[in-house]
């Protein structure tokens, strides 16, 4: 009677062995299958998001949307620093050596904004920015918002973008922001 517990638990334990290694083949099968398909579809692109900087006045209310920035000058044709107190008040550092930026300029509006949402992916060499702001109440003054994004040169590529249709605002803006 001893014999059949010790048979079972060795029958058992070659099932156990037998099936944890056909999963790992599946696991396996999968994986290739996921890298391959991983070629087809974009790619998603790490980005630091600048802060601390303000759209100069200079820049003409027209020019809206995505713009590919690659030397200090042209960045500084369109930001100025803006300097707060506290622990992260000073702009954040961009090095054009090694990154470029990709800057959202928004419309002057005067709603609040709220929540901005952002994505960048790759496709082949196409950098594709996705992009929704979230504006809000009614402010007693107009602004003008923008999005800074540091990107590593590695990423280089012409750039789109797209912007979410969703408006949680409550109100149609219908802009083109694409360039």
Do not use: W
């Amino acid at each position: 009677m001893k014999k059949l517990p010790i048979i079972f638990f060795a029958a058992a334990s070659i099932c156990l062995v037998a099936c944890n290694s056909a999963q790992k083949a599946d696991s396996k099968d999968s994986v290739s299958t996921t890298s391959q398909a991983e070629k087809e579809v974009d790619k998603s692109v790490p980005y630091e998001e600048a802060k601390n900087y303000f759209v100069k006045n200079t820049v003409p209310s027209g020019e809206v949307g995505a713009r590919k920035i690659e030397t200090q000058e042209h960045f500084d044709s369109y930001f100025g620093p803006a300097a707060t107190m506290g622990e992260n008040g000073m702009p954040t550092k961009i090095d054009f050596n090694t990154h470029f930026v990709i800057a959202i300029l928004s419309p002057e509006t005067d709603l609040k904004r709220e929540d901005v949402h952002v994505g960048l992916s790759q496709i082949d060499s196409n950098i594709i920015v996705s992009f929704h702001e979230h504006l809000g109440e009614k402010m007693s003054f107009t602004t003008r918002g923008a999005t800074i994004l540091i990107v590593d040169k590695k990423y280089n590529g012409p750039v789109t973008l797209q912007e979410s249709e969703e408006d949680h605002s409550g109100h149609d803006h219908g802009h083109d922001h694409s360039h």
